[in-house]
């Protein structure tokens, strides 16, 4: 036999290598400039465009200027917050407010979303009723929140929670969905049953689904914040966000009220890019269904 002759067990591990190496999902550094050109360029393009065209409105006087101020003077309103010390006090209340009512949403929703998603009765029964909640505006439960439990924080995070439970509860009742059988199959003659098997096996690979779940719940908790702030009103509950742009409406600041407006927009995003968008970037790139450059 030839040197080059190779046997049937080398051609089946070199295939065998081969496949894994398809498998193998790379990671690659990415320049810091083209990190910059492109993630960060685009969207610093697209806020300029807008503030662009928001200034070339104001300058030809298409509507009068009490009802639509220029960027300056919306940036005016900001720097008065800023030197009167509030600023960051504002933002804070409403922050802490939607990332506590967040997380107790997420205690809450993650174990109804698993016993609704594997108990067949269960799902039968409530299923559909997490699925109206989802759908119901957060905006409608201000008043009943106010009537049961007064104007406080209470109130507050009894809106955040009907908003938020059924979409983080949806969220992973669809990620469960699509866990291909054969892994509870394996799980099952390893031995993971019960609360081991939805540790090690469900949770893990509804994973993708259950973060998407996470997003939305958070975008919901925020939604139903600020609906919550915009109508109580109290002293106790100090000013947020949602009470800002109230407070402001009701002076007929219109450049506060757009200054409130593009606060809660920015925070907002900015938890969903930096914290959510990581970790879901992490978790399909872990997976091979990301490409390692986004």
Do not use: C
Not at 2 to 27: I, N, W, Y
Not at 85 to 111: D, E, K, M
Not at 172 to 187: C, K, T, W
């Amino acid at each position: 036999m030839s040197s080059t002759d190779t046997t049937p067990t080398t051609r089946v591990d070199d295939e065998l290598q081969g496949l894994d190496a398809l498998e193998t999902v790379t990671t690659q550094r990415v320049p810091l400039t083209q990190a910059l050109r492109e993630k960060v360029l685009p969207p610093l393009l697209g806020v300029l465009l807008v503030l662009a065209v928001w200034q070339l409105v104001y300058s030809l006087h298409v509507t009068p200027a009490y009802k639509l101020p220029s960027p300056l003077d919306v940036w005016h309103s900001l720097t008065d917050l800023w030197y009167q010390g509030t600023l960051f006090s504002i933002i804070w209340t409403s922050l802490w407010r939607g990332i506590s009512g967040f997380l107790a949403a997420v205690v809450i929703g993650t174990p109804i979303g698993l016993i609704v998603a594997r108990v067949k009765f269960v799902r039968a029964a409530v299923g559909p009723v997490l699925s109206g909640l989802q759908s119901l505006p957060s905006v409608a439960w201000v008043p009943a929140a106010v009537i049961w439990l007064g104007i406080n924080d209470q109130a507050m995070y009894a809106v955040i929670l009907l908003g938020a439970v059924p979409s983080i509860a949806n969220g992973l009742i669809s990620g469960i969905d699509q866990v291909p059988p054969l892994f509870l199959r394996a799980g099952r003659t390893l031995g993971a049953r019960g609360l081991t098997s939805a540790r090690h096996v469900l949770l893990p690979a509804a994973l993708p689904g259950y973060l998407a779940g996470l997003k939305q719940g958070w975008a919901f908790s925020w939604r139903s914040l600020m609906a919550a702030e915009l109508i109580a009103s109290s002293p106790d509950l100090g000013i947020g966000l949602g009470r800002y742009l109230e407070n402001q409406r009701d002076a007929s600041d219109m450049s506060g009220v757009l200054l409130g407006i593009i606060l809660i927009l920015v925070v907002g995003v900015a938890i969903d890019l930096l914290v959510f968008t990581p970790i879901e970037n992490r978790v399909l790139r872990s997976r091979g269904l990301l490409q390692s450059g986004r």
